[in-house]
């Protein structure tokens, strides 16, 4: 989700405005991720970035992640696409320097060579994906029901086994999966990012995560579930002839015989 941030903040010394309203916000985000897939049971490790969140991030995060949240499995042959390219060309950028050539060309390079090499092996790159999902999952659940993030890895591991091997048998269901469970964290960073910029709200919110480590990967997992459940149902006119059906009162009358 966050791989991005080696696009952005490539070289330290650059000088774009891009990359320098990125950096400390993006990478921060990446660097404990990488630390701790259990990023949403430790605030501590969030808060400080998503409070330097430039405005536009959030909403971008917002955006994304809440059409990912009510419609991703529409989308998500490009948003796998989209997440190898990423993953491409970051280890492309960190290939550059071991065999002697500009950064940016490999990055490029390996950008291009995965999302082509990605689109006729859909169903394993999405494997791979839902397995990711499964892990960041399974680790935040491990370190939100024990409160020992210590011992993250087995939860992660257990999320990586059950969604890798579910997206052959499942692949539709695991999908909804994955793209509900990254709009949910999009949609959650974003919210709350912008909350955090708020005067009145800054402190509350900060004291009340730190208080409450559960707080922030309870609210993910909820409407990670809401989009699961409307997308399974196919939306809000789903749920609605879901509804219609299940009430008596609305349900035709048998044909009467002559």
């Given at each position: 989700m966050?791989?991005?941030?080696?696009?952005?903040?490539?070289?330290?010394?650059?000088?774009?405005?891009?990359?320098?309203?990125?950096?400390?916000?993006?990478?921060?985000?990446?660097?404990?991720?990488?630390?701790?897939?259990?990023?949403?049971?430790?605030?501590?490790?969030?808060?400080?970035?998503?409070?330097?969140?430039?405005?536009?991030?959030?909403?971008?995060?917002?955006?994304?992640?809440?059409?990912?949240?009510?419609?991703?499995?529409?989308?998500?042959?490009?948003?796998?696409?989209?997440?190898?390219?990423?993953?491409?060309?970051?280890?492309?950028?960190?290939?550059?320097p071991?065999?002697?050539?500009?950064?940016?060309l490999?990055?490029?390079?390996?950008?291009?060579?995965?999302?082509?090499?990605?689109l006729?092996?859909?169903?394993?790159?999405?494997?791979?994906?839902?397995?990711?999902?499964?892990?960041?999952?399974?680790?935040n659940?491990?370190?939100?029901?024990?409160?020992?993030?210590?011992?993250?890895?087995?939860?992660?591991?257990?999320g990586?086994?059950?969604?890798?091997m579910?997206a052959?048998?499942?692949?539709?269901?695991?999908?909804?999966?994955?793209?509900?469970?990254?709009?949910?964290?999009?949609?959650?960073?974003?919210?709350l990012?912008?909350?955090?910029?708020?005067?009145?709200?800054?402190?509350?919110?900060?004291?009340?995560?730190?208080?409450?480590?559960?707080?922030?990967?309870?609210?993910?997992?909820?409407?990670?579930?809401?989009?699961?459940?409307?997308?399974?149902?196919?939306?809000?006119?789903?749920?609605?002839?879901?509804?219609?059906?299940?009430?008596?009162?609305?349900?035709?009358?048998?044909?009467?015989?002559?």
């Amino acid at each position: 989700m966050f791989g991005a941030q080696i696009l952005l903040a490539q070289d330290s010394g650059a000088g774009s405005n891009a990359v320098d309203f990125a950096n400390p916000t993006i990478v921060k985000l990446a660097e404990s991720l990488r630390g701790n897939i259990d990023l949403l049971s430790q605030p501590h490790e969030v808060v400080e970035p998503l409070q330097q969140l430039n405005l536009i991030w959030s909403a971008v995060f917002i955006f994304i992640g809440g059409m990912c949240v009510l419609n991703g499995y529409r989308w998500h042959k490009g948003l796998i696409l989209a997440l190898a390219a990423i993953g491409g060309i970051t280890a492309g950028l960190a290939a550059g320097p071991e065999v002697g050539a500009h950064g940016a060309l490999t990055g490029v390079a390996g950008g291009l060579l995965i999302a082509v090499l990605a689109l006729p092996l859909m169903r394993y790159t999405a494997a791979l994906m839902a397995g990711l999902a499964g892990a960041f999952v399974g680790a935040n659940i491990w370190t939100t029901v024990t409160g020992d993030s210590s011992q993250h890895m087995f939860g992660s591991i257990i999320g990586l086994i059950v969604l890798g091997m579910l997206a052959f048998v499942a692949f539709r269901l695991v999908i909804i999966l994955f793209t509900s469970i990254l709009g949910a964290v999009l949609l959650t960073t974003g919210v709350l990012s912008a909350l955090l910029k708020v005067d009145g709200m800054n402190e509350g919110l900060v004291e009340a995560l730190n208080e409450g480590p559960r707080i922030l990967p309870i609210v993910t997992g909820v409407v990670a579930m809401v989009g699961f459940v409307l997308q399974q149902s196919g939306g809000f006119k789903g749920l609605n002839e879901a509804a219609n059906k299940a009430d008596p009162s609305k349900a035709k009358p048998a044909a009467q015989g002559n």
